[in-house]
């Protein structure tokens, strides 16, 4: 008879993991604006749907591994060297790779809380104990000196998330640069940026200057948010070439796909980057509608230097979710702490705004 008891356990960081919770997805019936994932709410450009169509018709061969091509480009775009830089399956695999080249068990792993919810699963699934660390009272911004204070020895990597998800704050140059002068040269700092283009705060550091002048930096990117390809996962980290080289050897093969490179690539051609950045400039600018909206019904807003913004609504966060669905708005929860809101068409952000009123 079979044993019906017997199982294959997990690994005990695997079984203890938080799950991942994705932006609710518009589902079929009644039309929702989803400002749920802090994604590009225009559909893709002609030139990218093009590429994508072409590279479709190759899909029996297998991409090409190290994406040579968008490598090279991304290079170029970022003012680095090919060296520098690696392609992913999202900027999110590429956190969970170079945690993986570089945590050993029981390291530890400090980043500030809240923040993305991806963070605590990838430190776990590394191995490496999480070290969080409160977000500064009331602001929404990172505590850096906070985060400077509770590296020790056993610590390997921090996380910079700047914008920071889900409060939107960037951190200044100015205290990046204190923090910075603060951890050992050893210790990895992930400088994620994954909401770059949204930021016009001028306090703001230059990431490639930062990486330039610290070679413990490494710079994580993503082509899903500014760029509109979140469907397709295509991440890029840049970091000196021991430890790119060091990320590759750990990524799965093959992990971005060939449509997904043929999209990028098209992605960061001058013409489409030109289209691109104008639909981030509308968003940006939408963005500032949208804060002088909910300022002038009375929200006190953390400063949102990304493509959301954040409600500190505590206990009342669920009940106000539902409330945004059913008026067709679908919203981030993070239950008992507030909603993250993505900004979104000006069409969908007037709906959101009469939501927030409702709320007042
Ligand atoms: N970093 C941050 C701070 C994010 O908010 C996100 C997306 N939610 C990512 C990384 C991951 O983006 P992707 O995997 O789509 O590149």
Aim: hydrophobic share 50%.
């Amino acid at each position: 008879t079979l044993v019906e008891e017997a199982f294959v356990p997990l690994r005990q960081a695997v079984s203890a993991l938080p799950a991942y919770v994705p932006g609710a997805r518009a589902g079929a019936g009644a039309p929702m604006w989803k400002l749920s994932s802090n994604e590009n709410p225009y559909s893709p450009l002609p030139s990218v749907l093009a590429a994508i169509t072409r590279a479709a018709a190759e899909v029996n061969r297998y991409p090409d591994m190290y994406a040579e091509e968008l490598v090279g480009a991304l290079a170029a775009h970022s003012g680095v060297a090919v060296e520098n830089v690696v392609v992913g399956n999202g900027s999110v695999a590429l956190l969970s790779h170079v945690l993986n080249a570089v945590v050993e068990h029981g390291d530890e792993i400090v980043f500030p809380w809240r923040s993305f919810e991806a963070y605590p699963i990838a430190a776990a699934v590394s191995g490496g104990n999480a070290v969080t660390v409160p977000l500064e009272e009331g602001t929404g911004r990172l505590d850096l000196p906070a985060m400077a204070a509770a590296i020790t020895p056993r610590t390997r990597v921090v996380l910079v998330c700047s914008p920071n998800n889900p409060t939107g704050p960037a951190v200044h140059a100015g205290e990046l640069e204190t923090f910075l002068a603060a951890v050992p040269k050893d210790v990895l700092v992930v400088l994620d940026e994954a909401y770059l283009e949204f930021v016009r705060d001028p306090e703001a550091p230059d990431g490639i200057d930062v990486f330039r002048r610290n070679p413990n930096v490494m710079l994580l990117r993503t082509l899903s948010k500014a760029h509109g390809l979140a469907g397709l996962r295509v991440g890029y980290a840049i970091a000196e070439p021991r430890l790119a080289a060091g990320i590759r050897a750990v990524s799965t093969p093959f992990g971005v796909s060939h449509v997904a490179q043929a999209a990028a690539l098209a992605s960061l051609e001058p013409a489409t980057q030109s289209q691109l950045m104008a639909q981030v400039e509308a968003l940006v600018g939408e963005r500032t509608r949208v804060v002088e909206g909910l300022r002038g019904q009375g929200w006190v807003l953390a400063e949102t230097q990304a493509n959301f913004v954040w409600f500190d609504l505590g206990e009342q966060t669920l009940e106000r979710a539902a409330e945004a669905k059913a008026a067709g708005v679908l919203v981030r929860p993070f239950a008992g702490h507030g909603i993250r809101v993505s900004i979104g068409d000006p069409e969908a952000n007037d709906a959101f705004l009469k939501v927030a009123a409702s709320w007042r």
